[in-house]
């Protein structure tokens, strides 16, 4: 009874693809879930991937800072101008609001003169670090879409780390380190994102770039998205299908353009010459007029729309997806395992709908039609063909599928998954040129080893051979091996991988 519905929809779906409807989508922005098209048999939905609109995030946090009391003018106190430590004529006054210096004023409409801002207490008790956390949170998974840009309004911290957690808090890992002398300040080489390339963007780097104090004009830093966008999708950003298909297969690429929650923390105020005025302490504080963020919630590609509520952001999610990031599927439509859209093929990507569950096909059986692709309908009687080598069994299941095991896929399951390789089957890759990159000149041979030069060993050349041997000689190694400072053993943690520079 129900083959000769499968096969009506397999001919209707035959219909569809080849009477291809003139999508009201913007290249490759995903801006709709679904649109009404018409075939021989009416108006029917056609599904696909879909994202909200990237926007100014910084209207929906919180912000907390610490100390908690941080903010100057309680008491009231005098302050000097940074460069010039006669200029002794700023006041802050909590109590005044003329006077005042509130966090809030990071976050307010720029474009006012002077600008406000906010403002640390000064350096009074030196030489005690000043040091401040400020920690902005979202309670929600966003996705940054353009660099994160913080303006100071007297110097750029001589040292700072900007951090962020995907966890709501819970675990933080390090994004960037900024300081005048990355090297005595976080024990790393200065590097610039520009020395990066599309094998090392996700290296967490020092740079110096944005610290040279107050002695320059320039009052901004940068997080640089952008530029790390731009290693797939070219220096205009002319070829997002690029790095659209990279975002789609590659996790901890997605992952590390997603946070919940960021996290500056100021280490050192400018102080712009060698020495600390021990006598002008009153010249040294934090100032910060405006912070800058980016992003879209993030929705899995399953909503257009994120609302939000009671102080909270939330997707609108579609596809019969459900939670906070649509990262399930609704009750009754469990037919299938979740998962995300995809952003493939551009530009209308693919919606992965949730589709109902086996005990509610009888209700539905359109619905859960219009989501099974002509191979596996096709399937239903005939011969499964179904990849021996990649399947559980060589027959399909009871409801026409072929079941694929770990690491495969496809309606034959003759395919791998992004991270595996068919080698009789698809097995998981040992190396490759995206996350598990052979380090130090190894060369990746087909996915299974790395192939590495004399002096390394390990499985993707990470190591020195006399480190393994146990015979380097106590100066030998310091030059060559990699120096594993707290930030890339950091790096490692948060990345997952074996070795710190790798991605
Ligand atoms: C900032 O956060 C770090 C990490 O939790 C902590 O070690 C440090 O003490 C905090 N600094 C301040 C000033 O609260
Ligand atoms: C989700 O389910 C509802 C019925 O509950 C249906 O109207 C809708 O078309 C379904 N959407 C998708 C994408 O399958
Ligand atoms: C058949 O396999 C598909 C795909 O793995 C699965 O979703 C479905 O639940 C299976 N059906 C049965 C009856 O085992």
């Excluded at 100057?72 to 210096?101: I, Q, R, V």
């Excluded at 600008?115 to 008790?125: G, V």
């Excluded at 659209?244 to 901890?252: C, F, S």
């Excluded at 353009?257 to 040294?284: K, N, Q």
Aim: glycine share 6%.
């Amino acid at each position: 009874m129900y083959l000769s519905r499968f096969l009506s929809i397999h001919a209707l779906w035959v219909t569809v693809s080849s009477v291809m409807q003139p999508y009201p989508l913007v290249w490759g922005h995903y801006d709709v879930c679904k649109t009404q098209i018409y075939t021989e048999e009416g108006k029917v939905w056609d599904y696909m991937a879909c994202q909200p609109e990237s926007t100014d995030m910084t209207k929906y946090l919180k912000v907390k800072l610490d100390p908690p009391d941080i903010t100057c003018g309680d008491p009231p106190e005098t302050f000097c101008a940074m460069g010039n430590p006669y200029m002794c004529n700023n006041e802050c006054d909590a109590s005044t609001p003329e006077l005042a210096h509130p966090p809030e004023l990071m976050f307010d409409f720029e474009g006012r003169h002077p600008s406000t801002f906010w403002q640390s207490a000064t350096w009074k008790e030196y030489p005690k670090p000043l040091q401040v956390n400020i920690t902005l949170s979202w309670s929600k998974t966003i996705e940054l879409t353009d660099n994160i840009v913080i303006t100071f309004e007297s110097g750029r911290p001589d040292q700072m780390i900007l951090e962020k957690s995907l966890d709501y808090g819970r675990t933080w890992q390090p994004y960037q380190y900024y300081a005048t002398d990355c090297l005595d300040a976080f024990h790393m080489d200065p590097k610039s994102v520009k020395d990066l390339s599309q094998h090392t963007v996700l290296e967490i780097i020092c740079t110096e770039e944005y610290s040279t104090g107050y002695m320059t004009n320039s009052k901004i830093i940068h997080f640089e998205i952008k530029d790390r966008f731009a290693f797939f999708a070219g220096p205009w950003l002319r070829n997002m299908a690029s790095l659209y298909g990279q975002l789609d297969t590659t996790k901890k690429l997605r992952d590390f353009f997603t946070v919940t929650d960021l996290r500056i923390r100021l280490l050192r105020p400018a102080v712009g010459e060698i020495f600390v005025d021990e006598l002008h302490l009153a010249r040294y504080f934090y100032a910060i007029s405006d912070i800058k963020v980016h992003g879209r919630c993030k929705c899995n590609l399953h909503a257009t729309v994120c609302v939000y509520d009671n102080s909270k952001l939330t997707c609108e999610c579609e596809h019969n997806t459900t939670g906070p990031d649509c990262g399930k599927c609704k009750k009754n439509y469990q037919g299938r395992p979740w998962s995300p859209g995809s952003y493939l093929p551009i530009p209308k990507g693919t919606a992965n709908t949730c589709i109902p569950s086996i005990s509610s096909i009888g209700i539905a059986p359109k619905l859960a039609l219009s989501t099974v692709s002509s191979v596996q309908v096709a399937n239903h009687k005939r011969e499964c063909y179904c990849n021996p080598l990649g399947s559980v069994h060589d027959r399909c299941n009871g409801s026409g599928f072929c079941e694929c095991k770990t690491g495969t896929t496809g309606p034959k399951c003759d395919e791998c998954l992004p991270g595996n390789s068919w080698h009789y089957g698809c097995q998981p890759n040992v190396c490759d040129n995206e996350l598990l990159h052979c380090q130090n000149g190894g060369t990746c041979h087909n996915n299974v080893r790395c192939l590495c030069p004399a002096a390394y060993t390990g499985i993707l050349c990470e190591k020195l051979r006399c480190e393994e041997a146990g015979s380097c000689g106590s100066d030998s190694g310091q030059g060559a091996a990699p120096r594993c400072s707290p930030a890339l053993l950091l790096l490692t943690a948060l990345l997952g991988t074996a070795s710190p520079l790798v991605f």
